[in-house]
């Protein structure tokens, strides 16, 4: 599987299969990156702490509400991280960190060629996906890395 971009022809199909076992609604693989770390801040420690979800990241398009979405496909684990791309998910790039903004406050984890790669293209990709508020946003503090 390719760092970046993700698998090509026959790669991208058994990995698209893989998604549609967990989501049969998945259309396409819009982007992908080989590995990734899940981190969510600890309020109690009021520190970032790295959680048991690491792996490739996929970005697709479903054919069912929400459009688009990503999952990551878990190598610690059973349990895979799957978002909805909506509006409701907020997005900033800050090296080597993608943070993503949700009720439950987490950010991911890139290497660094990773993210000077994906930032001219998984956040743009993310970022037109999404889809328009269905309700207001979410409570959620922000911290400085």
Not at 15 to 36: F, G, K, M, N, T
Not at 56 to 73: E, N, Q
Not at 124 to 133: C, N, Y
């Amino acid at each position: 599987m390719a760092a970046a971009g993700g698998p090509a022809g026959k790669g991208r199909d058994i990995s698209l299969a893989a998604l549609r076992r967990h989501d049969p609604y998945i259309s396409r693989i819009v982007d992908v990156a080989s590995q990734v770390a899940l981190y969510t801040f600890g309020h109690r420690a009021n520190e970032w702490e790295k959680t048991d979800v690491e792996g490739t990241l996929f970005v697709y398009t479903r054919s069912a509400s929400p459009k688009h979405g990503f999952t990551i496909m878990n190598r610690l684990s059973m349990e895979n991280r799957t978002e909805p791309i909506t509006k409701d998910l907020d997005f900033l790039l800050q090296d080597p960190f993608l943070l993503y903004r949700n009720a439950r406050c987490v950010f991911l984890h890139f290497p660094s060629f990773l993210v000077r790669a994906l930032r001219g293209r998984l956040l743009p990709a993310a970022l037109q996906l999404r889809e328009p508020r269905v309700r207001g946003p979410q409570p959620c503090q922000t911290h400085t890395l």
